[in-house]
């Protein structure tokens, strides 16, 4: 009998597998990619979660030194430093596409804009920098 550490990584492994398979093999329209791709990353992030709790699950009550208090306020700082870095990376990604893509546009009217638009990118990158920051900064106090 497979063991459940093998049985979800071949779970995590299906749940990326299977949509591109599909795509690849002719699911090509539009709309039907947009579906199987966000079935995807709700099927690989589900999967990934859960095969966290279990994975680590039993390892935190199988240490018995640190109090389970102890335990999940560390957790719970690691994952608010994750999505700290995450989010701030995912919300400088948006804000420098946009902001990129119309400095390029007002570049391409107007060359005397190129400092003020740099500008208006950088600004967008500092967001990715901060979230990092504030990471490093949980992680130091856990």
């Known amino acids: 009998m497979l063991s459940v550490k093998i049985l979800l990584s071949i779970a995590l492994l299906l749940s990326i597998v299977?949509?591109?398979?599909?795509?690849?093999?002719?699911?090509?329209?539009r709309g039907r990619y947009k579906k199987a791709?966000?079935?995807?990353?709700?099927?690989?992030?589900?999967?990934?979660?859960?095969?966290?709790?279990?994975l680590f699950?039993?390892?935190?009550?199988a240490a018995g030194t640190a109090s389970?208090?102890?335990?999940?306020?560390?957790?719970?700082?690691?994952?608010?430093?994750?999505?700290?870095?995450?989010?701030?990376?995912?919300?400088?990604?948006?804000a420098v596409a946009n902001a990129a893509s119309a400095a390029l546009?007002?570049?391409?009217?107007?060359?005397?804009?190129?400092?003020?638009?740099l500008i208006f990118v950088g600004l967008a990158e500092g967001v990715c920098l901060y979230g990092f920051i504030i990471s490093f900064m949980i992680i130091g106090k856990v």
């Open 57 to 61: 699950s039993s390892t935190a009550m």
């Open 18 to 29: 299977i949509p591109f398979a599909a795509y690849a093999i002719g699911e090509k329209s």
């Open 68 to 94: 389970s208090a102890d335990g999940l306020a560390r957790g719970l700082g690691y994952i608010g430093a994750a999505l700290a870095t995450g989010l701030s990376g995912i919300g400088g990604g948006i």
């Open 105 to 117: 546009g007002a570049i391409s009217e107007d060359q005397s804009v190129l400092g003020k638009s």
């Open 37 to 54: 791709l966000a079935l995807n990353v709700i099927a690989f992030f589900g999967i990934l979660i859960i095969s966290q709790i279990v």
